[in-house]
C-alpha cells in the first residue's frame, strides 16, 4: 500500500524558515518523481513544486521561486522541502505527493498534509 | 502558465442525477489533464488521469473526456459519498496548474 506521511508543519513567524519532511513507503521511491501542493485554508489546490525521480531536475511555481526549495533522498525514502523568508500568504496544509512517471504525470496518490502557519 | 478554468463553481443535485463538470485549459495539453475528488478535511483523490483512465478503485460511474482545450468529468448516478468538491490539473507542462474547483452539494 502506497503511503505518505509528512511532518514538519508547525507556527512560524513571517521571515523564517521551516523544512517539511515526506517519507514515503509501498513503492519504489527512486522511481518516481514526487511533488508538494499546498491548500490555504477555505482556498483552492495550488501545485508549488516537484522533482524528478532521480533528483536532477526541480520545478517550482512562481509564487515560492528563489524561497522554497524541494530535494529527496532516496536512499531514506524521503522527499523534503525547505522553506525561507516565510510570508503570511504561505500558511497552507502542504500535501506530498507521488507522480505517475519518472518525471511528470499526474499526481495518484496523496499524503494526509501537515499545516503551516506563518503568522505574528 | 496554463490557465485551467472549471465550470460550473457549484451545483447542486440529487442522488441518482447525472452531473457534467467541465474543465477548459488556455492552451492545449493534449490528454494531461486529472480530475480530482476532495472531501473536507481530506487529502483529494485521484479519480481519472491522462483525461479518461479510470484509477484502480474508482467506481465506473465516474468517467472522463475530451483532449485538447476542453475536458469532462461525468458522474453517471450520484450517490450520496459523491458530494464533494473536484479539480481539474494539467500535467502537460511545469508549473502544474489547478482549476478553481467545483463544489457538488446535495439538492
Known amino acids: 500500500e502506497v503511503q505518505l506521511l509528512e511532518s514538519g508543519g508547525d507556527l512560524v513567524q513571517p521571515g523564517e524558515s521551516l523544512r517539511l519532511s515526506c517519507a514515503a513507503s509501498?513503492?519504489?521511491?527512486?522511481?518516481?518523481?514526487t511533488s508538494w501542493v499546498r491548500q490555504a485554508p477555505g482556498k483552492g489546490l495550488e501545485w508549488v513544486s516537484a522533482i524528478t525521480a532521480s533528483g536532477d531536475s526541480t520545478f517550482y511555481a512562481d509564487s515560492v521561486r528563489g524561497r522554497f526549495t524541494i530535494s529527496r533522498d532516496n536512499t531514506k525514502n524521503t522527499l523534503y522541502l525547505q522553506m525561507n523568508s516565510l510570508r503570511v500568504e504561505d500558511t497552507a496544509v502542504y500535501y506530498c505527493?507521488?507522480?505517475?512517471?519518472?518525471?511528470?504525470?499526474?499526481?495518484?496518490?496523496w499524503g494526509q498534509g501537515t499545516l503551516v502557519t506563518a503568522s505574528s | 502558465d496554463i490557465q485551467m478554468t472549471q465550470s460550473p463553481s457549484s451545483v447542486s443535485a440529487s442522488v441518482g442525477d447525472r452531473v457534467t463538470i467541465t474543465c477548459r485549459a488556455s492552451?492545449?495539453?493534449?490528454?494531461?489533464l486529472a480530475w480530482y475528488q476532495q472531501k473536507p478535511g481530506k487529502a483529494p483523490k485521484l479519480l481519472i488521469y491522462?483525461?479518461?483512465n479510470l484509477q484502480s478503485g474508482v467506481p465506473s460511474r465516474f468517467s472522463g473526456g475530451g483532449s485538447g482545450t476542453d475536458f469532462t468529468l461525468t458522474i453517471a448516478s450520484l450517490q450520496p459519498e459523491d458530494f464533494a468538491t473536484y479539480y481539474c490539473?494539467?500535467?502537460?507542462?511545469?508549473?502544474?496548474?489547478f482549476g478553481q474547483g467545483t463544489k457538488l452539494e446535495i439538492k
Open positions: 491522462e483525461a479518461s
Open positions: 505527493a507521488k507522480l505517475r512517471g519518472r518525471s511528470y504525470g499526474n499526481l495518484d496518490y
Open positions: 490539473q494539467q500535467a502537460q507542462s511545469f508549473p502544474y496548474t
Open positions: 509501498g513503492f519504489t521511491f527512486s522511481s518516481y518523481a
Open positions: 492552451q492545449g495539453i493534449s490528454a494531461w
